[in-house]
């Protein structure tokens, strides 16, 4: 079976961010964890950390390997939560970690890894056969920075 594992380069800080990803996120976890023994581009050996993990069920791997690019919004993780009050503690937790809030439910961590927040239901709204609805609901989460669940609903509702 063909495995897809995502891979964040950190120029260091890899295991406190994966530490805190990890502790915030359910059913998320860290699993191997590999120091290369052999010189690299990056430095001598001893220098890069691999760290396997998993949040929710999408793996990752955090290499922690010296500067090379910075994360930007090509790349981001969504985290798709049932309700308001999931979306806020996942919220305040990054912001409280030196996150930076952004909109339309977008914030950058403090590593500068870019994150969705939204509510599972956000998708369905905008692809509903009703484009009315679906316009209402879009226009109303791009006016959000934190996403508003009752405000969705309510626009959706019409």
């Known amino acids: ?3 897809v594992v995502s891979n964040l380069w950190f120029a260091e800080e890899a295991r ?3 530490e805190f990803y990890v502790s915030i996120i359910p059913d998320s976890g860290i699993g191997r964890t590999t ?3 052999a010189e690299t581009p990056s430095g001598p050996p001893g220098s890069v950390e691999l760290i396997e993990f998993t949040l929710g069920d999408q793996a990752f791997l955090a290499m922690k390997a010296g500067p090379l690019d910075s994360f930007n919004h090509s790349f981001s993780i ?3 939560l049932e309700n308001q009050a999931e ?3 996942i919220w305040d937790a990054f912001l409280a970690n030196g996150g930076t809030p952004e909109a339309c439910g977008w914030l950058k961590d403090r590593w500068g890894l870019s994150w969705q927040i939204v509510p599972r239901m956000l998708a369905e709204m905008i692809a509903d056969d009703d484009r009315e609805r679906a316009k209402r609901v879009t226009e109303v989460m791009l006016g959000m920075v934190k996403i508003d669940v009752g405000a969705l609903e309510k626009a959706f509702n019409g």
């Open 35 to 37: 120091i290369l023994p």
């Open 78 to 80: 969504a985290i798709l």
């Open 16 to 18: 406190e961010a994966v």
């Open 87 to 89: 979306i806020d503690r």
């Open 1 to 3: 079976m063909t495995k």
